[in-house]
């Protein structure tokens, strides 16, 4: 698998995280690297696999759909950054003509 | 240090009878905490809070009240589980300051059975590492040999168990997370069955390989700690509505006419002399103790950590997408607009590892290798399942090692990501098949570093693995 330095930088901006050119130019190597063992997932026949039978947990349901106390507005905003009146605070979005 | 030598079950009925207080013990633990700071286990403790509640409980036992399962035992979680009014860090930068508004299911169990708890254990950041050198806060040392790591990402919560700075701990486990650090550092570890214990309130990593289990100095002392925190929860709808059973109930019906797969898949030229030969022992010793030991195959195995990067990773990366600077966390001070304030906040938040894996995950989902990597990694994942039932048809647990070599030493690996990612050979396939396994300790290497055993179970037959290692256990204390 060969990943290039656009790739590198193509994944970064979907990930929305900055490198620095060394960083990225690093990241290339480790993600080949990676990308090396995992390719050993194609050497099992998967064939014959079907991915919607379900194994463990069969039991799993949705409870109730009951109105119950929750957490408060003050409470969610209570670890934001930057808050005001129970809502979270962030720069202008939509910008002025 | 009167008391600290003491496991959890021979703890509780020294305060059920009155010879030691819940004050007493917390005390202890914080004494013996600040003698063994240096370690680095804990990422935040709470004696004021630990004493008032120590007391509280103290009162209701000399009441004559019912004080639970656990009444007055000093534990710890894992710093990625939420509890009320503490910080939960996930040992990140990025949540440094964050403060629980909410306990997670297990720890109000905890909480609701008497334990006490007294501090949160430092980890990977994220729960991202199998050496614990990825912490925002500071690598954690093994308490055995300070100069090597106690394994990871629960490495907080090994060390506290084995350096004795509390009774019990719970910790997290996606791909080993709790079983090769309790290898490392000589204590018992279980990742029960994918469901046996709600995720609820806990930090998500891996949300379908993720799953909360106890680390203790005993088997019995495990045992216990499971029965607390297992069982359904309206508040996690993959926690299983499987009855749980007593896990104490069996343990001492010992191992005659059971029996132990062994894979030679797990016996690979990876494994190190002293692990061999102490397996080798180990599986001597089941043998002359009346269980039969049968060969299985699995023939896929070598796969499975291919198959957990690629999953485990894919849903790192969309966990972790929540991280914007926004609803929670540090919020970088510099940005243009609300894109850069992502931008920046995420990349001056998380650490390298945290990074390398939303890179990959980001990577094996996007356009044009979603197929090729995600989708294929789940059908191989089906696969392995398959070949762990076909096994498991054939015995009742099966056995290996927990990890191919004892601990390493600080900084040994942390260069090289691929030789750390080996390290979790033998414990992620059994999050591939959502499978209970337990690590316990089964002798020392030629420079007495703890060796650990695995065995691994049939979804939800923890029971089976505590009978099976607490007859190992019972008969090698005097190893110790």
Not at chain 1, 10 to 22: C, G, Q, V, Y
Not at chain 1, 26 to 41: K, P, R, S
Not at chain 2, 199 to 225: C, E, H, I
């Amino acid at each position: 698998m060969s990943i290039t330095i656009e790739d590198v930088k193509k994944l970064a901006k979907l990930s929305r995280l900055e490198f620095t050119e060394a960083e990225t130019a690093e990241f290339v190597a480790e993600l080949e690297a990676t990308l090396a063992q995992v390719d050993a997932i194609n050497k099992v026949d998967v064939s014959n696999v079907d991915l919607l039978e379900k194994t463990i947990n069969a039991d799993t349901e949705l409870r109730a759909d009951e109105i119950k106390q929750s957490l408060t507005a003050a409470e969610i905003v209570a670890n934001a950054p930057d808050a005001q009146d129970g809502a979270f605070l962030v720069p202008v979005t939509v910008a002025e003509e | 240090m009167k008391y600290l030598d003491y496991s959890l079950t021979e703890i509780i009925d020294l305060l059920n009878s009155g010879q030691v207080t819940s004050q007493e013990l917390v005390r202890e633990c914080f004494d013996r905490i600040k003698e063994t700071q240096d370690l680095n286990a804990l990422n935040s403790t709470y004696f004021d809070e630990a004493m008032k509640r120590a007391g509280e409980i103290d009162a209701a036992r000399a009441r004559g009240e019912n004080v639970g399962a656990l009444g007055g035992v000093p534990v710890v979680l894992k710093d990625n589980i939420n509890y009320l009014g503490t910080r939960t860090t996930c040992a990140s930068k990025f949540l440094e300051n964050f403060v629980s508004p909410y306990t997670a299911t297990c720890a109000s169990k905890l909480h609701d059975a008497g334990a006490v708890i007294i501090a949160k254990a430092n980890m990977d950041e994220f729960a991202m590492g199998s050496s614990n050198e990825n912490s925002a806060f500071g690598a954690v040392r093994n308490p055995v040999d300070t100069s090597r790591v106690p394994g990871g990402s629960s490495g907080g919560s090994a060390c506290t168990v084995a350096a004795r700075q509390c009774f019990a701990s719970l910790g997290t486990d996606t791909g080993g997370s709790i079983r090769e650090p309790a290898s490392f550092c000589g204590v018992v570890g279980i990742k029960p069955t994918y469901g046996r214990v709600s995720r609820y309130g806990v930090v998500a990593f891996a949300s379908s390989l993720d799953q909360v289990g106890p680390l203790t100095r005993t088997v019995k002392d495990n045992a216990l700690m499971l029965n607390v925190i297992a069982g359904a929860d309206d508040m996690d709808m993959t926690a299983s509505k499987v009855a749980v059973p007593d896990y104490l109930a069996d343990i001492d019906k010992g191992v005659k006419g059971l029996k132990i797969g062994v894979a030679k898949q797990f016996f690979s030229d990876k494994l190190s002399g002293d692990v061999r030969t102490a397996l080798e022992q180990a599986i001597e010793w089941y043998k002359e103790a009346g269980a039969e030991i049968v060969t299985v195959d699995l023939p896929s195995l070598d796969t499975a950590l291919a198959v957990y990067y690629v999953i485990s990773s894919a849903e790192a990366a969309s966990n972790l997408a929540r991280f914007d600077g926004v609803k929670y966390g540090v919020r970088a001070e510099n940005y243009a607009d609300v894109v850069d304030l992502y931008f920046k906040s995420r990349t001056q938040g998380f650490g390298k590892e945290v990074k390398r894996r939303i890179m990959l995950g980001n990577y094996v989902l996007s356009s044009g290798y979603y197929d090729a990597f995600y989708r294929k990694a789940k059908r191989v994942q089906k696969v392995i399942r398959n070949e762990f039932s076909e096994a498991l048809k054939m015995c009742d647990c099966l056995i290996s090692p927990t990890t191919a070599t004892t601990a390493f030493k600080l900084g040994e690996k942390s260069g090289d990501h691929v030789a750390m990612y080996l390290t979790d050979i033998f414990t992620v396939p059994v999050n591939i098949a959502s499978v209970p396994a337990i690590s316990l300790p089964c002798g020392k290497d030629g420079q007495g570093l703890p060796i650990g055993m695995q065995l691994i179970g049939k979804h939800f037959d923890e029971a089976t693995l505590y009978r099976v290692a607490n007859a190992f256990e019972t008969a090698h204390k005097e190893d110790k």
